[in-house]
C-alpha cells in the first residue's frame, strides 16, 4: 500500500475523482481514500439513476454562496463543454432532458467507470473501506490516520461533501477538519429538499397527494417555474427542491399553478359561454379535477358560474395563482439532494481552493460554500473545483 504521496485527496465523490485525475496527470503521485466500500455513491443514485452530470447553462448566477464571485474562477477554467468532451471520449451516451440538464442514456454507472478510468490511466491510486481517525500538519505537509495506518502527503484534499443522506455515508467530517485548521463554516441546512407543512395544513391538502401540475414558486425576488408535486409530507417536486435553497423557517412562499394560464380570465369566458356550469367544473378544464375541487372547497364557493361574481372568481383563481403559504420546515438532510453553506470562501483562494492561511490544504466539491440550483449545477460545481485544485497543486 502507497503511504507517502504527493497528494491525498479524502472523498471518492464527484469533486474527489475528478481533482486525482488532473493531480495525476499532471505527474503527481495521487492517494485517494473513502470510508465508503464503493466510489461515487451519490453519481449512482443521481438523476435517478441516470446522472444529471451537468447543465449547459451553467454559470455562477446557478449557485447560492455568502460570496456570489467565489465560483467563478473554477467554473470559467473547466466548463460543461470540457466535462461533455470527456463524457464523448469515453463514449458515453448522452441526452438533454430539459433546461439544459444532461443526463446518461444508460446508466450513472458510466459516469463512475470514466471516472475511475482515468484515475487508473493517470496513475492514481485508491483505498476504500478505510475510517480516516485523524489529520495533522508535519513539516512536509499532512499526515492522515486510518483503520489501515498512516498515510503521508506534501497536500490533502478534503472531497468528503455535505451531510445530505446520512445513510449513504455523509458525514460532516469536512467542516470538522475546517476547524481544526482554523477555517471559519457558514451555517449549513439541507437544501435542494421538499417542504414540509403543519399538521391542519397537511391535513387539508391530504387529498391532493401525488398530484402535480406545472407552477410558479416565488420566494422574495426568486421565481423558479417547473413542476409542483403534493405529497403526503407537504410539498415537492423540482420547483419546490429548487425554492428551498432560498426559502428559511418562518417565511412564506407563493404558489402559482399553471402560470402561463390566465385562470380569472378563463373563468370569467367560461361564465359567460356556459353559465349553468360550476366554478369547479370550469376549474377543472384546467387543472387536475381534486385541485380544482380542492380550491372551491377552500373558497367556500358553490353554486353556478352565473351567479358568481367577477370578483368572486378572481379570487377563486388567486386562490391557485397567488397561494401564500408557509412551509413548517423540510424534510432536512434525510432526503436532501446537498447541503446549503458550508467552509466559508473567504479562507479559500478561488483559483486553488486551498486554504489561505494553510498551505497544502484544498477544499473542494459539496463541503464548500457554494450551492448550485437543481439540474447538473452541483455535478458542475464538483467537477469544476476538483479540476481546480488538481491544477494547482
Ligand atoms: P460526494 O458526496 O459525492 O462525495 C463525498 C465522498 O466522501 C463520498 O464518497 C463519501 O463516502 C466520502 N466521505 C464522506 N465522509 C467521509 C469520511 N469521514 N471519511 C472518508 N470518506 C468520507 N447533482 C447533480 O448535479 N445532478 C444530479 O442528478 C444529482 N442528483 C442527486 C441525487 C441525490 C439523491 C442526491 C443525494 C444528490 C444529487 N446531486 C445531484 C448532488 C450531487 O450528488 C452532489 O452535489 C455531489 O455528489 C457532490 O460531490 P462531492 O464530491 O463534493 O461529494
Given at each position: 500500500m502507497q503511504r507517502k504521496s504527493d497528494v491525498i485527496v479524502i472523498g471518492a465523490g464527484a469533486a474527489g475523482m475528478m481533482c486525482a485525475i488532473r493531480a495525476a496527470q499532471r505527474g503527481r503521485s495521487v492517494t485517494v481514500l473513502d470510508?465508503?466500500?464503493?466510489?461515487?455513491e451519490k453519481i449512482r443514485i443521481s438523476g435517478g439513476g441516470r446522472?444529471?452530470?451537468?447543465?449547459?447553462?451553467?454559470?455562477?448566477?446557478n449557485f447560492l454562496s455568502a460570496?456570489?464571485?467565489?465560483?467563478k474562477s473554477a467554473l470559467a477554467r473547466f466548463t460543461p463543454a470540457d466535462f461533455i468532451a470527456m463524457v464523448d471520449r469515453h463514449g458515453i451516451a448522452w441526452h438533454e432532458k430539459t433546461l439544459g440538464q444532461l443526463f446518461c442514456d444508460n446508466s450513472a454507472k458510466d459516469i463512475i467507470f470514466m471516472l475511475l478510468d482515468e484515475m487508473r490511466a493517470a496513475g492514481a491510486v485508491w483505498h476504500l473501506g478505510v475510517e480516516i481517525s485523524g489529520v495533522e500538519k508535519t513539516e512536509g505537509g499532512f499526515r492522515v490516520s486510518t483503520s489501515e495506518g498512516l498515510f503521508e502527503a506534501a497536500s490533502l484534499v478534503i472531497a468528503?461533501?455535505?451531510?445530505?443522506?446520512?445513510?449513504?455515508?455523509?458525514?460532516?467530517f469536512a467542516y470538522r477538519i475546517a476547524e481544526q485548521f482554523g477555517l471559519a463554516v457558514t451555517e449549513t441546512r439541507a437544501a435542494l429538499v421538499p417542504l414540509t407543512l403543519d399538521p391542519t395544513l397537511l391535513e387539508s391538502i391530504?387529498?391532493?397527494?401525488g398530484i402535480s401540475a406545472p407552477a410558479e414558486i416565488r420566494h422574495g425576488k426568486t421565481a423558479f417555474r417547473e413542476a409542483l408535486l403534493f405529497t403526503h409530507r407537504g410539498l415537492s417536486g423540482p420547483a419546490i427542491l429548487q425554492i428551498s435553497s432560498y426559502w428559511r423557517e418562518g417565511d412564506a412562499i407563493t404558489i402559482d399553478i399553471?402560470?402561463?394560464?390566465d385562470i380569472a380570465a378563463h373563468l370569467k369566458k367560461a361564465k359567460q359561454v356556459n353559465?349553468?356550469?360550476s366554478a369547479q367544473t370550469a376549474l377543472g378544464e384546467i387543472l387536475p379535477k381534486r385541485l380544482a375541487q380542492h380550491i372551491v372547497e377552500r373558497e367556500g364557493v358553490s353554486g353556478n358560474m352565473a351567479d358568481l361574481s367577477d370578483k368572486l372568481l378572481t379570487r377563486l383563481a388567486d386562490a391557485a395563482q397567488n397561494w401564500s403559504l408557509k412551509p413548517s420546515g423540510s424534510e432536512g438532510y434525510?432526503?436532501?439532494e446537498v447541503t446549503f453553506g458550508?467552509?466559508?470562501?473567504?479562507?479559500?483562494?478561488?483559483?486553488?481552493?486551498?486554504a489561505k492561511d494553510v498551505a497544502g490544504l484544498y477544499f473542494i466539491g459539496e463541503c464548500v460554500d457554494v450551492t448550485g440550483w437543481l439540474g447538473g449545477y452541483n455535478f458542475q460545481w464538483a467537477w469544476a473545483s476538483g479540476f481546480a485544485a488538481g491544477e494547482a497543486l
Open positions: 470510508h465508503a466500500r464503493a466510489p461515487g446522472c444529471n452530470f451537468t447543465n449547459i447553462n451553467a454559470g455562477p448566477k460570496n456570489p464571485h467565489f465560483c468528503t461533501g455535505g451531510k445530505s443522506i446520512p445513510k449513504m455515508g455523509a458525514t460532516g391530504a387529498p391532493l397527494s399553471e402560470p402561463d394560464i353559465g349553468r356550469q434525510r432526503t436532501a458550508g467552509i466559508d470562501t473567504a479562507a479559500l483562494d478561488s483559483r486553488s481552493l486551498q
